[in-house]
């Protein structure tokens, strides 16, 4: 659409629309006809005749009042509009006479953009964590903006109808968001406020500003205009009572009260009733008349459509008949009154504007219903499908539609294509159904909120329409309707001409529909049961089931609903081994225990399968956590329902009961008096009663009384009872208000994990028992006790946020005057260890780096050296205290069983070693920078740099470190020591020992068997230690790595271990693909340190463990097989408590492959993408690199395909892309990364990061031609906003990977066409720095200085500067 119209087009064309062409031929016939008729009235009275002429002339001066549409709205053009919603990435609009238009992120203002464009920048450049720290600082739309505020804004685009391919609003229900994508405007000041000049700003001048900066005492404003900037204080922004400050970017509309005298600066105010009251009397220029302006006008002619008017008392104006006063019905002309401009009308000259004399155009506020602005608005007064008896016609647009009095101060449109069913070409306003002032009766069917109006239908197919929206339909309604389309992924649903509903899949029919066609047949009428209902998407969700719309039962729409008792249908949606979830309507979700499953107790997984249709029994209600408790086993027709109401029981309580039923493990009791159902263990009974299960099932039967029970567990509407395990009972019910320490508690095992056995006390209330407090004597008592056996503890610890109690069931806590003195005394901390204690653990794990042994609570050990042939899980074991830490919680363990041959406490300790002391040692290992020597009589050891070994400047360094060998015995000063890093810097220069007597090192001791065999006998003897330090155990698996691959060190370290440790509590990161293997037994490669200082085993052991524990983190699936469990049923309980872990998913995977089972490791991932949690999108996609990773090493081509395009359909396809890629690269498949990465620059080539790792994979395969190609290529792709990071990234791999004098040249180019990115130039010198020429970072900076920037930035660049003269200069 273009902006100007042409006077003659060629072919007789004209760009006047119908309604235009038809009024001007009007006009034409009555002038011809009133110049044709009556020449004699003219001589006969000529003073007459003049008299009549003039009101001709009048008419023929008089202005046309046009309506807005689309086809006169053009680029450039300034507009008043009302906020409708507001959208993630876009805002919608509504403009005069029943239009509307969207204005996208990027047309706020131009501080906004930036602040968009540096968050894309940092999340490229810094990872995620930078990128929210930008984003915070980012406000939303819905922050900025609000439904029924005004902007001013100018068209920037107009687009043809039916675009649907728009930036920020992407699809949508909506009739009024599909059709705001047409118009497209911009509120950046800049172009709003185009053509207003600084001599117009002057007081009560209203206009738009953005917030650019915030300063001590208010904020700077952004007016778009050249020269001038605003000011707006805090006391002026917040004068109405908020306290939330302005967001940088921000949009407002402000007032100016002064201009400065220097000109550059003007005061403006945000004060609501200054905006609304204050005027403009006068402009210098046309350009200057802005919409929103209030403006003093004078009537100069008032027509059947609308009024003539004359603004600023030199323009003219139109107001139509939509936006004229209901105050003032009828003005005379030459009457003057206020209104406000709405729009410049475009192709005008002289320029004409469209003003607004309506009552909330005046004081920009809401349509109301009443007389009044206080009462109720439209849309809440007037509803969409409120039915009006009788609306009056006030006026009729012939082409356009019918303009109604809803009541006196509202009024509602009827188009044309609403007027009827049958297609009505014209409307006729002096006759016909359509007369003025005839009454019809109507339908709401929409709101126009800026004209304030209400879009109404006289159709009677409307009225006959159940629904308008989605709002009017209820929850399990059965409703008719029209098979829409057939999708692979659902059926639509046609319910009335606006709205739609949708089919799932597993809502098709009862049982899985192998061909959908032959049942959904486009327009096919269905009747469909409403299974949810979404306002907020506008989207109703559907059954087809049979069962469903046939249901007898109650319908469950609710958690208030759920009453216990109630029977219904509800839909499986997961199953698993420890019960099932099924979903009723409205999202109401239900738990079904395996217990309450079936009486059959078959595995669910092969009974039930998700999508099938179960009548279930509520059983259990908890409103406050909205969760429910169903049953199928107690919905049959042959169940006779018992009470279930367990409240008057609790946990310890003796009853009695009747047996029921006999069932395979269980006994089904009747409790007297409460007549609630029990279960009791065969096992139990026999041992309460000293026989055995076959001799109690054939003395049992229903009604023998059963009496002397103790309650041991109450949930979920059954009770669990046992053996009475002590006449003494608690006092009081259990709370974590009431509860002590020394209190005697009793509960139910129900599982073991890793720091011990699981206890439930009550429902809400659970407990952990350690190993080493269940019993005074490991050999003789159960440290193990048995899942769901009763127990009864003294409780030890107490942690009331997470309602939890740490147990204890030695004897010498229950009954401290009774009970004999404990065999194995109970070690809560190092404070109870002492040198030379013996004490006994037991083992907690097995795996390939380490024996982990459980001590004492909180305190767990490693052992190393030859395990696994010896030792197996929560075996008992003997070891000996060596030496203790306190300070820094580490002791040392042996298993030997002989005495102590070496004294321990006599070895030389990091504190012992002061600066200047001279020390023996020998040379442990020999680097490109220095010697790694190992002190005498210590573990500790020290780093001689290169530059300490000779005193003579000038000699070759190189040379003098290949005169040592490992083993080497040397004496060396201390130089320093970091007591805070544990590291010492050694010296062997021989200037250090000129005054000590003996300078030499005797060769004899050095390179003799005696220094050889001592050193073997020193490893000999460590190789029987343990070490026991403050780290977790899983921390210690990846210091073993280290230990085993270097020195093969049998030490370890033990921690005060968290009482539950639990792999899946660990926040982990994203799976990389460096170094990937499933399986790998090699050591990590040796710190690359420079000159400075070594450390102690420990702290070097410390420093190592924390680069494994880093590289875990960047790699879930590499070396996965240190913490797999020994069988398939140790992961099942594994993941019973962690379903969401990837981690644990994927060792399980790992485990299938070590065995050679492909097969069940591709399985077991395709299950973890099923099971893990949808939310959990990382887990998920961990899993899916896993697969990846397994069809790569395992599979075929059409494998790995088929895993791809499933990965990359249910997770972020680019990442996907990205990681195949990398995957290839890896192992070697050159040519099949190639081609991956091509493939993922077609589909992602809007991507910088796509097109740079293309071009790092051709450097480092030495193809520089095709990675230089790819900048080319990529700058055709990519945004412009982009270009500057992608050619810098490039510029830097041609530095690392190519040739540094290319990338010299491309930093050039970038620095001299952007000379204040900073950032660039900070970019530049590093690889500069790194290239080692000091003269051309000279030159770097002196250019770089001579720019204009402000002192802090410059400070930067000469502290930068000073360091690198520091580094390479003279």
Same mark, same amino acid.
């Given at each position: ?55 001709? =002339? ?121 059709? !705001?994508? /047409? ?79 220097? =000109? ?9 009733? %200054?905006? @609304? ?165 109507? /339908? ?344 769901? !056996? ?149 573990? @500790? ?152 200082? %070594? ?51 994927? +060792? ?127 700058? +055709? ?94």
């Amino acid at each position: 659409m273009t902006a100007e119209e042409v006077d003659f087009p060629r072919g007789g064309g004209t760009s006047l629309t119908a309604l235009e062409v038809k009024e001007i031929r009007a006009e034409a016939i009555k002038e011809a006809d009133k110049g044709l008729l009556p020449k004699t009235k003219v001589k006969r009275k000529n003073s007459n005749s003049r008299l009549e002429l003039k009101p001709e =002339g009048s008419k023929r001066e008089s202005l046309r009042i046009e309506h807005l549409n689309y086809k006169r709205i053009t680029p450039g053009m300034k507009i008043l509009g009302q906020v409708v919603s507001v959208h993630p990435l876009a805002i919608v609009v509504s403009l005069p006479n029943q239009l509307v238009a969207h204005i996208p992120i990027t047309k706020i203002t131009s501080q906004f953009s930036r602040l968009l464009e540096s968050m894309d920048v940092q999340s490229d450049a810094s990872g995620e964590s930078a990128s929210d720290a930008v984003a915070d600082n980012v406000p939303d739309l819905s922050e900025l903006f609000h439904p029924g505020q005004y902007v001013r804004a100018v068209v920037t685009n107009v687009h043809p109808p039916g675009t649907t391919d728009l930036a920020g609003l992407m699809r949508s229900r909506d009739e009024i968001v599909r059709a !705001s994508r /047409r118009v497209e405007l911009s509120l950046v000041p800049e172009e709003v406020n185009a053509g207003v000049r600084k001599s117009d700003l002057k007081d009560g001048y209203t206009m738009s500003a953005a917030v650019q900066s915030i300063e001590d005492h208010g904020y700077i404003l952004d007016l778009g205009i050249s020269g001038v900037s605003g000011f707006l204080s805090f006391k002026d922004a917040h004068k109405e009572g908020s306290d939330q400050g302005l967001r940088i970017g921000c949009l407002v509309d402000i007032a100016v009260l002064r201009l400065s005298s220097n =000109g550059r600066t003007c005061n403006t105010t945000t004060d609501s009733k %200054t905006l @609304v009251a204050t005027s403009v009397s006068e402009v210098s220029d046309v350009t200057s008349v802005l919409p929103g302006m209030l403006v003093q006008s004078l009537v100069t002619g008032v027509t059947s459509s609308g009024l003539n008017l004359q603004i600023l008392g030199f323009f003219d104006a139109t107001a139509d008949k939509y936006h004229q006063s209901r105050v003032q019905k009828t003005l005379k002309v030459g009457q003057r009154i206020k209104a406000r401009v709405l729009y410049n009308i475009p192709g005008t000259s002289p320029p004409r504007f469209s003003v607004s004399l309506s009552d909330h155009h005046l004081g920009l506020g809401i349509k109301s219903a009443a007389a009044n602005s206080e009462g109720p608005s439209l849309v809440d007064a007037f509803p969409i499908g409120t039915i009006l008896d009788s609306v009056k016609i006030s006026h009729v647009e012939p082409e356009q539609g019918l303009l109604v009095e809803v009541q006196p101060s509202v009024d509602g449109f009827v188009h044309i294509s609403q007027v009827s069913d049958e297609h009505t070409p014209i409307l006729s306003g002096t006759s016909g159904p359509w007369k003025i002032a005839n009454l019809h009766k109507a /339908r709401v069917i929409g709101h126009h909120m800026f004209d304030g109006i209400l879009q109404l239908s006289l159709r009677p197919s409307v009225f006959m329409q159940k629904f308008l929206q989605v709002g009017d339909i209820q929850v399990g309604e059965v409703i008719k309707g029209t098979v829409k389309r057939l999708t692979d992924s659902a059926v639509f649903i046609s319910l009335s001409e606006r709205l739609d509903g949708v089919i799932w899949p597993n809502h098709y029919a009862d049982v899985p529909l192998k061909y959908p066609a032959r049942r959904f047949k486009v327009g096919a009428s269905i009747k469909c049961r409403v299974l949810t209902v979404e306002p907020e998407r506008n989207r109703v969700v559907l059954t087809a089931k049979r069962t469903l719309m046939d249901t007898a039962q109650p319908i469950l729409t609710s958690y208030e609903d759920a009453k216990i008792g109630v029977v219904t249908h509800g839909v499986i949606f997961a199953v698993s081994e420890t019960g099932m979830k099924v979903e009723f309507f409205n999202n109401v979700k239900a738990t079904i225990p395996v217990r309450e499953a079936s009486e059959t107790g078959a595995k669910l997984t092969d009974a039930f399968t998700p999508g099938k249709v179960a009548k279930v029994r509520i059983i259990a209600v908890y409103k406050d956590t909205r969760r429910i408790v169903a049953s199928i086993r107690q919905a049959t027709s042959a169940f006779t329902p018992t009470v279930t109401d367990v409240s008057s029981l609790s946990v310890g309580d003796t009853v009695q009961g009747a047996v029921v039923e006999l069932q395979k493990a269980n006994i089904i009791l009747s409790l007297q008096p409460s007549e609630a159902r029990a279960h009791l263990s065969f096992v139990t009974l026999a041992n309460i009663r000293g026989t055995t299960v076959p001799e109690l099932r054939t003395s049992l039967k229903p009604g023998v009384i059963i009496d002397s029970l103790v309650v041991t567990s109450v949930e979920e509407g059954f009770v669990i009872v046992g053996k009475p395990e002590s006449p003494t009972k608690p006092e009081t019910k259990l709370s974590m208000d009431a509860v002590a320490i020394g209190r005697i508690v009793r509960g139910r095992v129900t599982r073991h994990g890793r720091s011990g056995a699981q206890a439930k006390l009550t429902a809400r209330i659970t407990g952990s028992l350690h190993p080493t407090d269940a019993c005074d004597d490991y050999e003789v008592g159960n440290p193990f006790p048995a899942v769901g !056996s009763a127990l009864q503890a003294v409780v030890i610890g107490i942690d009331k946020d997470a309602n939890h109690l740490t147990l204890s069931t030695r004897p010498s806590k229950l009954s401290p005057d009774s009970a004999k003195p404990p065999v194995d005394r109970e070690l809560s901390s190092f404070e109870d260890l002492k040198i030379g204690d013996t004490v006994r653990g037991f083992i907690k794990c097995v795996s390939e780096h380490g024996l982990f042994v459980m001590i004492g609570r909180g305190i767990d050990a490693r052992y190393i050296k030859d395990w696994k042939s010896r030792f197996v899980a929560n075996q008992l074991v003997r070891g000996r205290i060596l030496s203790v830490d306190v300070d820094n919680k580490k002791v040392e363990m042996t298993f030997r069983s002989g005495d102590l041959a070496r004294n321990h406490s006599k070895l030389v300790t990091f504190n012992d070693l002061q600066e200047g002391q001279k020390v023996m040692g020998r040379v442990k290992r020999i680097e490109q920078y220095g010697l790694f020597i190992v002190i005498d009589n210590s573990k @500790v050891t020290g780093l001689c740099h290169k530059s300490q070994l000779s005193d003579n400047k000038d000699a070759d360094v190189t040379i003098a470190l290949r005169t040592f060998r490992e083993g080497d015995r040397v004496k060396a000063i201390i130089l320093s020591r970091d007591s805070e890093k544990k590291q010492l810097s050694l010296g062997l220069k021989p200037s250090y020992f000129a005054k000590d007597e003996d300078m030499e090192v005797k060769d004899d001791e050095s390179l003799g068997g005696n220094g050889s065999s001592a050193s073997e006998a020193e490893i000999d003897e460590e190789s029987d230690l343990i070490h026991m330090s403050g780290q977790s155990t899983e921390e210690n698996l990846g210091e073993a790595t280290e230990d085993d691959g270097k020195d093969d060190q049998p030490d370890i370290s033990i921690e005060n271990a968290p009482e539950e440790p639990s792999i899946s509590s660990q926040k982990r990161q994203p799976l990389k693909l460096e170094g990937f293997q499933w399986f790998s037994n090699d050591a990590m490669s040796e710190e690359d340190s420079g000159a400075g200082s %070594t450390s102690e085993d420990e702290t070097e052991s410390r420093k190592k463990k924390r680069r494994k524990r880093k590289e875990i983190q960047q790699d879930l699936t590499a070396e996965m097989h240190t913490k797999v469990p020994e069988s398939s049923a140790d992961f099942e309980r594994l993941l019973l408590g962690s379903p969401n872990s990837s981690y644990m998913w994927i +060792q399980y995977m790992s485990f299938y492959l070590q065995m050679s089972e492909i097969d069940k490791a591709r399985a077991t991932g395709r299950r973890a993408v099923q099971t893990i949690n949808f939310r959990e999108e990382q887990e998920r996609l961990n899993v899916w690199i896993a697969l990846l990773n397994v069809e790569n090493a395992y599979g075929s081509d059409a494998t790995m395909e088929s895993v791809f395009k499933d990965a990359a359909r249910y997770n972020d396809s680019k990442i996907v892309h990205l990681r195949l890629a990398a995957i290839l690269e890896d192992s070697q498949k050159y040519e099949k990364a190639e081609e991956q990465y091509k493939r993922t620059c077609k589909k992602f080539g809007q991507s910088s990061k796509v097109w740079t790792l293309f071009a790092e994979h051709y450097l480092r395969r030495g193809r520089l031609e095709e990675a230089r190609k790819l900048l080319s290529r990529s700058l +055709q792709s990519l945004e412009k906003r982009k270009h500057i990071k992608t050619i810098s990234k490039f510029a830097q791999m041609e530095y690392k990977l190519g040739d540094a004098e290319r990338g010299r040249t491309i930093f050039e180019g970038i620095v001299d066409s952007h000379p204040k990115r900073w950032d660039l130039w900070s970019v530049y010198m590093d690889m500069e720095a790194k290239q080692g020429d000091i003269q051309h970072l000279r030159s770097i900076f002196s250019r770089v200085l001579a720019i204009k920037m402000t002192s802090r930035k410059a400070k930067s660049f000469f502290k930068k500067w000073l360091n690198l003269e520091h580094k390479l200069g003279d």
